[in-house]
T-cell receptor
Framework: KAGVTQTPRYLIKTRGQQVTLSCSPISGHRSVSWYQQTPGQGLQFLFEYFSETQRNKGNFPGRFSGRQFSNSRSEMNVSTLELGDSALYLC?????????????FGSGTRLTVV | AQSVSQHNHHVILSEAASLELGCNYSYGGTVNLFWYVQYPGQHLQLLLKYFSGDPLVKGIKGFEAEFIKSKFSFNLRKPSVQWSDTAEYFCAVTLDSNYQLIWGAGTKLIIKP
């Protein structure tokens, strides 16, 4: 079956702009989590969605938001981009909420803010 | 704050050497533990996970890890590494019923052929 699909793969934006990233989970998976990966901070949790509801949120400013649709696809939005938002953004899907099933990761969207 | 420590940021080994990568976490409650691997240019893949039961967990590609609760550790091992094991390895935990993964900084493993 198809894996977790993230689009676009690469993105270059200017400071102050906003950006929307997309994640399509594995078919049948209902939980989607987002992570930010940077050389300095490593992997950090952004938020988790399950059944179209945000169930958990990490320590990121309100400029970072997301949503999940009825087909479990998820989008992440970052408004008023800053240079420090340059990172690899990873999406992970799971059959249900919780870790017992483990998470399957996508290849990520590499965002560069200039 | 809860954290995960991977003490070795870079490890260089020759093929057929034995491998042990350290992972320690700081949390006294219930944890679920994971090791992920990221091969060059590829996405994160789950190597193995521990939820409960036998503290010695076997994963894919000959890897195993042992959960030692008294030491708050979950070290990854492989008896004989191959060149294809060159990758970055991440230890991660979730705490109690909180489902967010808390990650270690990663260990870059280079296997010399």
């Amino acid at each position: 079956k198809a894996g977790v699909t993230q689009t676009p793969r690469y993105l270059i934006k200017t400071r102050g702009q906003q950006v929307t990233l997309s994640c399509s989970p594995i078919s049948g998976h209902r939980s989607v989590s987002w992570y930010q990966q940077t050389p300095g901070q490593g992997l950090q949790f952004l938020f988790e969605y399950f059944s179209e509801t945000q169930r958990n949120k990490g320590n990121f400013p309100g400029r970072f938001s997301g949503r999940q649709f009825s087909n479990s696809r998820s989008e992440m939005n970052v408004s008023t981009l800053e240079l420090g938002d340059s990172a690899l953004y990873l999406c992970a899907s799971s059959p249900g909420q919780g870790t017992i099933w483990g998470y399957t990761f996508g290849s990520g969207t590499r965002l560069t803010v200039v | 704050a809860q954290s995960v420590s991977q003490h070795n940021h870079h490890v260089i080994l020759s093929e057929a050497a034995s491998l042990e990568l350290g992972c320690n976490y700081s949390y006294g409650g219930t944890v679920n533990l994971f090791w992920y691997v990221q091969y060059p240019g590829q996405h994160l893949q789950l190597l193995l996970k521990y939820f409960s039961g036998d503290p010695l967990v076997k994963g894919i590609k000959g890897f195993e890890a042992e959960f030692i609760k008294s030491k708050f550790s979950f070290n990854l091992r492989k008896p004989s590494v191959q060149w294809s094991d060159t990758a970055e390895y991440f230890c991660a935990v979730t705490l109690d019923s909180n489902y967010q993964l808390i990650w270690g900084a990663g260990t870059k493993l280079i296997i010399k052929p």
